[in-house]
């Protein structure tokens, strides 16, 4: 008697198993992100610090593995808008109210509403433009992003890690004034770099590289130091990201009169 053959395979959706690995990646920068709370629940601030720049990490590598093994998709693009919600928004201000800002009583707990208002709102008008922009401007956000708006409120509790003892603080006025600062800059249409198309020339490769290593190795070295020296960085890069952004737009315009006047000519 022949035996019935099992005609039966799993076939699996290539497309859908792409995907997997960036929502895996993104999963896994929320998880970071909620056990950041943890950690400033229990005093543990430095963990907390070093699970944000991690959970900011996770969050510049899965868009970019995404588009690389071509596994983009809604559903994606929503949960990287939730995770920043969680990661970049509500859990700085948790962290910061648990640290300082708890102190001020009904004041901290307002700034911290504040900006975790603003992260919201940031990411939905990045949401609803993303895509519509002329391809100049992919090398700007509309204001600042969402992992730098959370990084950026940090940074005060970073500083006061640093060994930077000569420096003196009043971290009851600096801490408001951080959180009101970067909530603006998160709402605003200043522009600020993307970093999203940097071009490397070939002879300039080897510089770049021992600048990679030399940034990491002063990382490891001394972390909450480099840290709080490259916040401070990126906000004196904002003045030049602004001029640049409207040098580019200038000559955008003046490309487009042009283009218009030799439309009206071969009309004439």
């Known amino acids: 008697m022949l035996k019935p053959k099992n005609n039966f395979k799993v076939v699996a959706d290539k497309k859908n198993a792409r995907v997997i690995l960036p929502n895996m990646l993104t999963l896994i920068g929320v998880c970071i992100g909620l056990t950041s709370i943890r950690f400033a629940l229990?005093?543990?601030?430095?963990?907390?610090?070093?699970?944000?720049i991690l959970a900011a990490v996770i969050d510049g590598l899965d868009g970019r593995i995404a588009?690389?093994?071509?596994?983009?998709?809604?559903v994606g693009k929503e949960?990287?808008?939730?995770?920043d919600m969680i990661s970049f928004g509500v859990a700085p201000a948790f962290i910061m109210y648990f640290w300082k800002l708890n102190t001020l009583g009904r004041f901290g707990w307002l700034v911290c509403l504040i900006f975790v208002i603003c992260v919201a709102l940031r990411l939905a008008r990045f949401n609803?433009?993303?895509?519509?922009e002329p391809s100049w401007k992919d090398n700007f956000f509309e204001g600042v992003p969402s992992p730098a708006g959370g990084i950026l409120v940090l940074t005060p509790l970073i500083f006061s890690l640093t060994n930077f003892d000569f420096i003196q603080i009043n971290y009851d006025l600096v801490v408001?004034?951080?959180?009101?600062?970067?909530s603006l800059l998160l709402i605003s249409k200043f522009p600020s770099y993307s970093f999203k198309k940097i071009v490397i020339q070939r002879k300039t490769t080897i510089f770049l590289l021992f600048g990679i290593v030399l940034f990491f190795g002063l990382l490891l070295i001394y972390p909450f130091n480099v840290i709080a020296i490259s916040a401070i960085v990126y906000l004196g890069i904002l003045p030049i990201s602004y001029f640049h952004y409207q040098k580019l737009k200038k000559q955008n315009e003046d490309l487009n009169v042009k283009d218009e006047d030799d439309d009206l000519e071969d009309i004439l």
């Open 67 to 74: 588009r690389l093994i071509k596994a983009t998709s809604k």
């Open 128 to 132: 609803i433009n993303s895509g519509q």
């Open 79 to 83: 949960l990287d808008s939730l995770t």
């Open 42 to 52: 229990d005093g543990k601030f430095e963990f907390a610090i070093i699970a944000i």
């Open 176 to 182: 408001p004034m951080f959180f009101i600062l970067t």
